[in-house]
T-cell receptor, first 113, second 113 residues
Framework: DQQVKQNSPSLSVQEGRISILNCDYTNSMFDYFLWYKKYPAEGPTFLISISSIKDKNEDGRFTVFLNKSAKHLSLHIVPSQPGDSAVYFCAASETSGTYKYIFGTGTRLKVLA | NAGVTQTPKFQVLKTGQSMTLQCAQDMNHNSMYWYRQDPGMGLRLIYYSASEGTTDKGEVPNGYNVSRLNKREFSLRLESAAPSQTSVYFC????????????FGQGTRLTVV
């Protein structure tokens, strides 16, 4: 049973516009959420995170929103750049437990120049 | 600062052969993880180690064994490789429970024929 879901396998956005990537989770014990970016033939790299005590976290062009009641989080990239083209994974963990990270299936973002 | 180092980067095995994937981190992290990445399946946790001397099963542990040799090293062993184990394997570490994000290695591309 997939505890973390990314229902959009791919997304195409024009350069300069907003990219919105979505993620849903089912385990109510998750209290820490992360987004990772992955280029081909490289390991995933950390992008941004959010604790369940917050509903928004911002870092430059990247903002993550958390809706605990809906068990939903989203990553906004504004403005999108061609270098943002990559696969994005969301992940979730329980900070009170063993801190294992459960990942979603990923969304491939293509930013068109 | 090398971060997380995985060896080998590529490997081809015949069905039934065994091999060990090596992982070492130089960040003095407590927790280490092994993931596999398959098309459409995202990153799935195989095993993790919350601290030196402890290991626990993740989402897809069947067919694998692990050893947390010391705080730096966490190896993944395939005793009898099967074609279903063809995948890209990623090792990661984190400072959990003190830290937040996990840091990933560059990956090992394994093909079982």
């Amino acid at each position: 049973d997939q505890q973390v879901k990314q229902n959009s396998p791919s997304l195409s956005v024009q350069e300069g516009r907003i990219s919105i990537l979505n993620c849903d989770y089912t385990n109510s014990m998750f209290d820490y959420f992360l987004w990772y970016k992955k280029y081909p033939a490289e390991g995933p790299t950390f992008l941004i995170s959010i604790s369940s005590i917050k509903d928004k976290n911002e870092d430059g062009r990247f903002t993550v929103f958390l809706n605990k009641s809906a068990k939903h989080l989203s990553l906004h990239i504004v403005p999108s750049q061609p270098g943002d083209s990559a696969v994005y994974f969301c992940a979730a963990s329980e900070t009170s437990g063993t801190y294992k990270y459960i990942f979603g299936t990923g969304t491939r973002l293509k930013v068109l120049a | 600062n090398a971060g997380v180092t995985q060896t080998p980067k590529f490997q081809v095995l015949k069905t039934g052969q065994s091999m060990t994937l090596q992982c070492a981190q130089d960040m003095n992290h407590n927790s280490m993880y092994w993931y596999r990445q398959d098309p459409g399946m995202g990153l799935r946790l195989i095993y993790y180690s919350a601290s030196e001397g402890t290991t626990d099963k993740g989402e897809v542990p069947n067919g694998y064994n692990v050893s947390r040799l010391n705080k730096r090293e966490f190896s993944l062993r395939l005793e009898s490789a099967a074609p279903s184990q063809t995948s890209v394997y990623f090792c990661a570490s984190s400072a959990a429970p003190l830290g937040t994000e996990a840091f990933f290695g560059q990956g090992t591309r394994l093909t079982v024929v």
